[in-house]
């Protein structure tokens, strides 16, 4: 089976794909992208956003797996796809993001994959135990990070981001709820509780 965690962003999107065929099974990456320069103090037309979020649409298929549909390439798209929810209000460039978010998750449906989301603080209390998203118990990045450099042994190595991080926990989410835990020791109960209120794919994934 082949499971992707997508943190999508139009500036940085972590990707984590796991295929439980495999020896050395995970993989991270990120797809960044800058916004064009604004000239003299005018921003970017619609057209050059336009463009910007079908390049990062086209960069993140094809790490994960897209494919043109003449080619006869092996590779294809992963079983499940684990996306974090867009916490739109924290951003200054909330359109583009929204917008973003959306022609990725239609282009992965209209090819037939299951999509599931997963809020922001279901994906830290995942990680670390607890959901917490203000005050003093916040639950910060830096502790995502630490988290998974905790629970996923060697591949914490090649986390470099906390989109990464955060893909990572988004696709160990998928595996668990296929039956392949990827974790490197047993996952406390509190952590387990984010599992509670995700809506699961309305179809049984063959495994």
Do not use: F
């Not at 279901?122 to 118990?137: E, F, I, R």
């Not at 990464?164 to 926990?169: R, T, V």
């Not at 835990?181 to 984010?194: K, Q, Y």
């Amino acid at each position: 089976m082949r499971v992707a965690g997508l943190d999508l962003s139009i500036r940085s999107t972590g990707i984590c794909l796991v295929d439980t065929s495999l020896t050395v099974p995970i993989g991270t990456c990120r797809v960044e992208s800058e916004p064009a320069a604004r000239v003299d103090g005018v921003k970017p037309s619609l057209l050059q956003r336009t463009e910007r979020l079908a390049s990062i649409r086209a960069r993140v298929l094809q790490s994960i797996g897209d494919i043109p549909a003449e080619s006869r390439d092996i590779r294809r798209l992963p079983d499940l796809v684990i996306v974090e929810g867009p916490a739109i209000g924290a951003m200054s460039s909330a359109h583009d993001m929204s917008g973003n978010w959306w022609l990725i998750i239609d282009q992965l449906t209209n090819h037939g994959v299951p999509v599931v989301e997963v809020s922001p603080a279901q994906v830290k209390q995942y990680a670390t135990g607890s959901g917490s998203t203000s005050g003093k118990t916040k639950v910060t990045k830096t502790m995502v990070v630490e988290a998974v450099r905790t629970n996923y042994g060697d591949v914490a190595r090649y986390i470099t981001s906390n989109d990464e991080a955060d893909a990572l926990i988004l696709a160990a989410i998928g595996c668990r709820y296929l039956g392949h835990p990827i974790e490197s020791a047993p996952l406390p109960a509190p952590n387990l509780g984010a599992l509670k209120k995700i809506r699961w794919p309305e179809r049984t994934l063959a495994l």
